[in-house]
Structures are given as C-alpha cells and as structure tokens.
C-alpha cells in the first residue's frame, strides 16, 4: 500500500495532522506596532505593475451602499438606501489604490444631508486620501414622491430611478450632474388617426395603440445653481403630460384615456417637448435625453437621443436603450 501523501490544509489519510494549522482567533486585538507591520501593495517597487505602463482613467468600487439622508424641494428629508460608486484616476508609475479609502472617506461624511458641495467634500477628501488627479462619485437611489390620482382624489407614491454624479477634474472643475428616469404613456398618432378613419368610414371600433415609455434625462447644473428632484420632474411632467399612474379608480382610468387622447406622440415629438422644458432652465448649463417607446405595435422599440447641443458638451452618443425597458 502507497504511504500516505501529507496534506498542507487537511489530515492525511494516515491520520498525520496537517502541515499548516488553521484557526481564527476572535480575541486578537492588533496593536500599533503589529499593524504598522503590515505589508501595504502600495509601497510595492515598480517593477510589481503588470501590463502596460500607462496611467488608467479609472479605477475605484462600485455598489457599496448605505443610507443617506436627502433634503426634498419641500424641506423634508428622507433617508434612502444609496448605491454609491466611486473612481479616481491612477498614475502610470503607481500599482493600484487601497480601495477601502474610498469608502471611508464616505464613512467620514454619512450622516450629513446630501447636497452637492456635500458631494464635492467627499471628492476632494479621497482625492487627497489616494493622491490621484481626477476623480467621479455616483449615488444611485429611488426617489419617492406622492402623486394624485387624476380625478378621484387618491394619491400613490410614484419611485423615481435617480442618480447624483459628481466630476473633480485635474484641473480643479467641479461639475455636478442629475440623472433622472421618468416613465409616461405614449399613444400613437399614426395609429390613432387610422382608428378614427376606420370609425369614420366603416364603422368599425378599433383601439389605437400606445405603450409604456421611459425618458432618461441627464442634466448638469449650472455653478452656483441648484434643481431640485421635483423641478425636474415638473418638467417632464409639464412636456410629456401622461406620466404613469399608481391609484386609480374607473374616473381615473377613463380620465387616463383622454388625456392620451389629448396629448399623442411619437417619440421624436418627446424628445421635442422635453428638449423646449429644460433649454429654458438657465439653471441647466447642458443637458442629454433618451427616450424610448416600448412599442406594442411592434417587435422592436422606437428610440430617440437630443442634447443641448452646447460646444464640447454632452453628444447625443446614448445607444444603451436597453436600459430604458420599464
């Protein structure tokens, strides 16, 4: 019979123990000297980099989340859960960053009220913290915000997808961006006016169709300007006009009927209407929109990108319109 290999992790079939003994000890406590002792990547010699030598425009943690208490337009706040990402640029003649230095600098800051200089703190803090050039912070959260019925008199809370992005560049500009997702009912006019024409010379009861759709808007905020969650929601409502419902009873829903009625689109006449709404904020220095119109008459969805159109701003480039699935 073979003699028994010995194991480093495990006991052997001979019964030997193993090479290497395995254990957590819950009562450590690590002093100063033994954690100064630790090894730290970052003081690793050049030569440990693999790849290319080249800088990496980013590099950071994504999805960490905590709560986070944010003000609403009404002076109310509201405690959400918050999904944050985090990214720094890294030199080319550095290994990496110590990437829990990022969510600390976080930590430093979580039981304040979220603004956007709130944010830019937190960006110059770990800006200093991993000695990079430039860095983005993203917090992601679902905004609520009751919204009344059409004609019943109920109310509903209405869930935002909305996000906070913070840009500190190398060259010291700050710039702070709102993403916002906005879902509303779009009825066809092609499709209506063939109803009509079908009623009209045929007699023939047709229903026209219209389908879920979703509005992605993404907006920078002019320095030393402030838009609220809910201005911008006013704008989308104020252009679209058939935002989603959450209660209804039979008024509502009939009232839902005619207010598609009243305000047919394609999506090219929403990417219209909204570009008119948020042009004339002067408190929005540039601006990106998204539309998409799931649609039921097809297999395939309609889609439609507009910006600003400011020199060296955002450029209409979304192609993600999967995302926009509602």
Known sequence: MPKAQPMYLHRAADGSPPRIRRGYDPKFRPSPAYRASLPDMMEAAHDAIQGGHVPIQQVGVSNFRLPLKFRTKGKKLLTLEASVTGTVSLE???????????????YDHKDQVFTGEWMGK??????RKVESKDARLKISFSYPMLQPSLRSGLAGWQYYDTAFEGVMTRAGDYRRFIHFDFVYSS?????????????????VYSVPHSQRSKARVTVEEAPGKKIWIEDI?????????TETQVMVKREDEQAFAELNGAHLKFVE???RLLYREFEADKRITDFRIACA??????????VSVICKGVPGGFTADFMD???LVC
Do not use: T, W
């Open 92 to 106: 080319a003649e550095l290994k990496g960053i110590n990437m829990s230095r990022i969510v600390r600098s976080f």
């Open 233 to 241: 929601h006013a704008h989308c409502l104020s252009a679209l006009r």
């Open 187 to 203: 009825a066809c006019p092609c499709s209506a006016e063939l109803a009509e024409h079908a009623r009209d010379r045929r007699g």
């Open 122 to 127: 937190i960006l110059k803090a770990y800006l």
């Open 293 to 302: 119109h799931l649609e039921s008459l097809h297999s395939h969805d309609a």
């Open 269 to 271: 006449d929403a990417a």
């Open 321 to 323: 319109f999967r995302s």
